[in-house]
């Protein structure tokens, strides 16, 4: 097991790194500045800036300085918020993010794999049909076109609740909604799936021919069985939750470090956009690995040694 | 059923605590305010946007300072004296503590201008002191020692300010928020870490409280502030309101006391039913097209002259604007105490008159409906200027100018416009002090990547260049105003509208009052 873990650690280091290699050098290509603006610096200026920065050290030089400065475990200063390290703003804007993310992803869990088993028990029914249709447009419809939907609907036309911003309850509504149905539907179509080839299962006829009634033979024996493939689906699922953040933070305007992404890309504040994009990369790799663990746990055929 | 009665606790605990925390703010008088984009630095001399200058006028207080109707009125310094040649200015300290004691002296202001100048800080904003003795060689390197600086604390009480020329609009400059004095001794023991609350001592009438990025930034009365009897705000919150929709929704429930900006779109809504929270006036900004002068189009006098009779500016600000901009007729915006506004020559010219002799200039400059002139129109994403570029595309279509729409995401734009790889470009001014100087030394054909139009002329050159040297105001305003209307004449830009500050203000807000800079100390206000 942790011979296991080790190993697969090991493995991340190149993933990060090319990773951290891609985000560098795309950024740079990107037209623009970190210090552009309406009124533009005179070049003396903006020659103090480049060299208070590094910006006028070679481009490689600026790349090993930045690998340097991580492996020292320091993301750098913001180029635009000039009073915080990158650090700063991605540990106070974690806590944010994490509990959208959280929520989405337990509420995913939980209604995913609900609807998921009564399509399954009732397969073939109407039920089954119009959950399943409706998850198809869950899964193909993207959450950047859910978002500004609800938003436009719920908290414009009816009302109901606040179109943007963090602090209060309501806040949570809409942008966890926008998060997690996209995972709801998918989890919901592989319990439904994997529920219905455990139902056919030989334990599960063998439990059912002894005389147990079917609400035990299904919560005993069967959903622990069926669970798994959603179990493998955790480490996609949180990327995906993720990388859905960053657009859903953006349009409600939520203090997380997704709306520091997308900010940090529109301003070239070369590193914030760094950061967030190494944290989020461990983060994926960290949770994936987490998911494979936790399948280890759950399924006995599968040993890590 | 124990879920839904946990849920029914938990309504009810938070309710209880809103209760208690609607009593408490009761207690104390709280503005909550509304800020526009996050705040890049809470360091004066780093700092570039309004947003910024905001708070640190909270917080700082430079030597001179804004009444609640923008006239420059003693802050830091009590009173202060002008040599006859207009080229030093003596500044009498009052006894002023910052908020963690210390006396402020002169030394801090040397400190703080140094500070601005000096280009291991970086400052954007440096160019701003260039009034002042070796200010320009120090920022560009030339003259290495900082200390050669035309500043001077001649005792504690007393600093004095040496002008490479005279300025008389300095009094004013002084007070832009990269003039703001720092404490020496926090900004070397915190190093970047100074701004931060805890850490941050300031001189204004409120301190940091707070400061979550995205979020809110909480000032709190500063009991060491000499003009702390008269305050009477406990606390001001300022919030980043980026989404202007969002903002004014905030608003309306009653969650701000003053918002940063006014959705276009709502204007009506808000004439209709709330207009006397309504606060929109001059501002000292123009919005303008830059025609590229170093294209074989827009090099022509007569192309930018068409170009420009054909816009009908009070069309784009009343219906496409909703209001929200004024028609703008002057590169220096009206509004700048002693400058005589200047106009094209064709404003007080009927419409049609103004088409007919556009499609003339245009023919004449041999262009015409077997040969139309074809010119793109760059803009950086923004609804609004999406709108204007329609409405003016369609008017110049008036006139047989086939325009195109090139949208361009803001850096992108920057970078186009840099490289000048447009022929006619958005753009928008906003003046950094009260004086015409700000608008008109853009356009200096020695000015750089600022002067996108290439605008090179030499007669103009000579008055705006002269004007610094000129000591008596009225003399030297003349001469500004001989060189705007040569400016307009050229026409290298095209003047479109005059920005309005828009604001919503709520009625519970008093002490609020219009000035054309925009900047209301929270010093002056209170909340019902």
Known sequence: MLHYVMRRLGGAVPTLFIIIAGAFFMMRLAPGGPFARERRVPPEVEANLMKAYHLDEPLWQQFLRYLNGLLHGDFGPSFKYKDFAVADLIFGGFPVSLQLGGIAIALALVIGVTLGIWAALRQNSWIDYASMSVSMVGIA???????????????????????????????????????????????????????????????????????????????????????????????????????GSVVVEQIFSIPGIGRYFVQGSLNRDYTLVMGVTVFYGALVILCNLIADLLYGVLDPKVRYD | MSLMKRNVLLSALTAATLILASTAAQAEMVLHRGNGAEPETMDPQKSTGVTEANIQYEIFEGLTTYSPDGEVVPGMAEKWDVSDDGKTYTFHLRDAKWSNGDPVTAEDFVYSFQRLVDPAIAADYAPIADPILNAEQIRKGEEKDLTKLGVKAVDAKTFEVTLARPAPYFLGLIRHNTFLPVH????????????????????????????????????????????????????????????????????????????????????????????????????????????????????????????????????????????????????????????????????????????????????????????????????????????????????????GVNATLNNQEWQVYLDTRDEKQFDVARAGWIGDFADPVTFLDLFLSDAG??????????????????????????????????????????????????????????????GWAYNNLDFHLGRYMSVQ
């Not at chain 2, 000499?226 to 903002?247: C, F, G, M, R, W």
């Not at chain 2, 276009?264 to 590229?292: C, H, R």
């Open chain 1, 141 to 243: 419809v993207p959450n950047f076109v859910v978002a500004p939907i609800l938003t436009l609907v719920i908290g414009l036309q009816l009302q109901l609740l606040p179109v943007g911003g963090w602090g209060r309850p309501s806040h949570y509504v809409l942008p966890v909604i926008a998060l997690c149905l996209p995972q709801i539907a998918a989890i919901a179509r592989l319990t439904r799936a994997s529920m219905i080839e455990v139902l056919s299962s030989n334990y599960v006829r063998t439990a059912r021919a002894k005389g147990l009634p079917a609400r035990l033979t299904i919560s005993r024996h069967a959903i622990r069985a069926a669970i798994l493939p959603v179990v493998s689906y955790l480490g996609p699922a949180i990327a995906g939750i993720i990388t």
């Open chain 2, 184 to 399: 020496k001794a926090t900004v070397e023991k915190f190093g970047q870490d100074w701004t931060k609350p805890g850490n941050m001592v300031g001189n204004g009438a409120f301190t940091m409280e707070s400061w979550t990025p995205q979020a809110s930034m909480a000032l709190a009365k500063s009991p060491s502030y000499y003009d702390a009897a008269n305050v009477k705000l406990d606390k001001i919150v300022y919030y980043p309101t980026e989404d202007i929709s969002e903002e004014f929704k905030r608003y309306r429930a009653g969650e701000l006391h003053i918002t940063y900006e006014v959705p276009s779109d709502q204007i009506k809504f808000i004439e209709a039913n709330m207009k006397d929270e309504y606060e929109a006036k001059p501002y000292l900004g123009t919005y303008y097209y830059v025609v590229n002068g170093t294209r074989e189009a827009g090099s022509k006098k007569e192309v930018r002259e068409a170009l420009a009779l054909a816009i009908d500016r009070e069309a784009i600000a009343e219906k496409v604007t909703g209001g929200s901009f004024l028609p703008g007729y002057s590169w220096v915006p009206p509004g700048m105490i002693g400058y005589k506004t200047q106009y094209v020559s064709f404003k007080d010219m009927p419409k049609q008159q103004r088409i007919a002799k556009a499609k003339e200039l245009l023919a004449a400059a041999g262009y015409g409906p077997d040969n139309p002139l074809n010119m793109e129109i760059l803009y950086n994403t923004s609804e609004n200027h999406k709108k204007i570029a329609i409405a003016v595309q369609s008017m110049w279509k008036a006139i």
């Open chain 2, 449 to 510: 990547v600022r002067n996108d139009a290439g605008y090179n002329n030499p007669e103009y050159d000579k008055l705006v260049k002269n004007s610094f040297g000129i000591g008596d105001p009225e003399t030297r305003l003349a001469s500004l105003q001989r060189a705007e209307q040569i400016f307009l004449n050229d026409l290298p830009i095209i003047p479109i509208l005059t920005y309005k500050t828009k604001h919503m203000v709520s009625k519970k807000v008093q």
